[in-house]
T-cell receptor
Framework: GAVVSQHPSRVICKSGTSVKIECRSLDFQATTMFWYRQFPKQSLMLMATSNEGSKATYEQGVEKDKFLINHASLTLSTLTVTSAHPEDSSFYIC???????????FGSGTRLTVV | RKEVEQDPGPFNVPEGATVAFNCTYSNSASQSFFWYRQDCRKEPKLLMSVYSSGNEDGRFTAQLNRASQYISLLIRDSKLSDSATYLCVVNDMRFGAGTRLTVKP
């Protein structure tokens, strides 16, 4: 089946630094990638949708300059949390979609802690 | 109004019970509907898609009511392993808040 590899699975960083999260589709081409954030005991909140080769579409209230998304190829999308602050600590997860495969495949998530 | 809303939960049921969750959506033009299951600190996994005519997969039955704009998930003969958070998803991967289910011995 379709697999999305997400790295790192866990990261601790200092306040003010930037963190890059990668999602790779291993055996299919992901035309669209969704990025989510999930706080404890809350649902997944869609942050942005990216299509390969074009700019990401951000949800209302999500700062595009803080959460940089790059979807440069059909197998790789990255989310960079810039100038991270403790309130950015959360579970970040990607989901890939391709027209060739029905449904959506999730990465295993990244637990970010900003200290 | 939120795009997708779910029963608040939590649901605590004994083994063997039948439990049903509902999820309402606000966009009448919505075309695709899914139920996902999420275990604690893990990524969501697709449980089943929801078709217009309703569909069944073993102990799980999903239904769509377009007139009232809601989807439902019915779990029969619940098992301990069914304990998880169930999320409904509408259209462009917009998730409901999730309903937590705990099945007890």
């Amino acid at each position: 089946g379709a697999v999305v590899s997400q790295h790192p699975s866990r990261v601790i960083c200092k306040s003010g630094t930037s963190v890059k999260i990668e999602c790779r589709s291993l055996d299919f081409q992901a035309t669209t990638m969704f990025w989510y954030r999930q706080f404890p005991k809350q649902s997944l909140m869609l942050m942005a949708t990216s299509n390969e080769g074009s700019k990401a579409t951000y949800e209302q209230g999500v700062e595009k300059d803080k959460f940089l998304i790059n979807h440069a190829s059909l197998t790789l999308s990255t989310l960079t949390v810039t100038s991270a602050h403790p309130e950015d600590s959360s579970f970040y997860i990607c989901s890939a979609h391709t027209r060739d495969i029905y449904g959506y495949t999730f990465g295993s998530g990244t637990r970010l802690t900003v200290v | 109004r939120k795009e997708v809303e779910q029963d608040p939960g939590p649901f605590n049921v004994p083994e063997g019970a039948t439990v049903a969750f509902n999820c309402t959506y606000s966009n009448s033009a919505s075309q695709s509907f899914f139920w996902y299951r999420q275990d604690c600190r893990k990524e969501p996994k697709l449980l089943m898609s929801v078709y217009s005519s309703g569909n069944e997969d073993g102990r799980f039955t999903a239904q769509l009511n377009r007139a009232s704009q809601y989807i439902s998930l019915l779990i029969r003969d619940s098992k301990l392993s069914d304990s998880a958070t169930y999320l409904c998803v509408v259209n462009d991967m917009r998730f409901g808040a999730g309903t937590r289910l705990t099945v007890k011995p």
